[in-house]
Nanobody
Framework: QVQLVESGGGLVQPVGSLRLSCAASGSIFSIPAMGWYHQVPGKQRELVAVITSGGTTTYADSVKGRFTISRDNAKNTAYLQMNSLKPEDTAVYYC??????????????WGQGTQVTVSS
């Protein structure tokens, strides 16, 4: 089994910054890709950013230039640095990892979600 533990959410004023972390642990052989999604009530979960183990990144248009995704492969941890936050960034943020386990099975895992609220 694999667990994803997120941290770093909270309340921040507009144009402020937050840094989210997602640590994966368990029966891990490798993690080809890790990403962040967000979801607001009544809407589908949407991709925010994803990073491969080689460092290739992809961002939603709405966050380009403001958010930066990174990862520490040795620690199986991904980060999302969020700058210039806007009220419309308010959502629950979920970490996702596409994991190849030690039995060489590939499975997607999700974190529990962390609330980010941008408000004055």
């Amino acid at each position: 089994q694999v667990q994803l533990v997120e941290s770093g959410g909270g309340l921040v004023q507009p144009v402020g910054s937050l840094r989210l972390s997602c640590a994966a642990s368990g029966s891990i052989f490798s993690i080809p890709a890790m990403g962040w999604y967000h979801q607001v009530p009544g809407k589908q979960r949407e991709l925010v950013a994803v990073i491969t183990s080689g460092g290739t990144t992809t961002y939603a248009d709405s966050v380009k230039g403001r958010f930066t995704i990174s990862r520490d492969n040795a620690k199986n941890t991904a980060y999302l640095q969020m700058n210039s936050l806007k009220p419309e960034d308010t959502a629950v943020y979920y970490c996702n990892a596409g994991v190849i386990t030690r039995t060489l099975a590939r499975t997607d895992y999700w974190g529990q979600g962390t609330q980010v609220t941008v408000s004055s």
